[in-house]
């Protein structure tokens, strides 16, 4: 493999893992660690960018409720 190449093989590499992290930034979800208020076990909960209030239900006891 030439130099020439390889630069080019490095900065696919970069291009890449840059497009990844965009597309990461961009879906924006967030895990809000929950705490059930029927039960009060931990609950992990996939909430979109900026989305306080996010309905789930409770793995422990089946509770449904909304994250304070
Ligand atoms: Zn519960």
Do not use: D, W, Y
Not at 1 to 18: D, V
């Amino acid at each position: 493999m030439s130099k020439q190449s390889m630069r080019e093989e490095a900065e696919r590499l970069i291009r890449e893992t840059m497009e990844k992290k965009n597309i990461v930034i961009k879906q924006g979800n967030t895990r809000i660690e929950a705490i059930c208020g029927k039960c009060g076990a931990p609950n992990r909960v996939q909430a979109a960018k900026g989305e306080v209030r996010v309905k789930f239900v409770c793995k422990q006891c089946g509770h449904k409720q909304e994250t304070l």
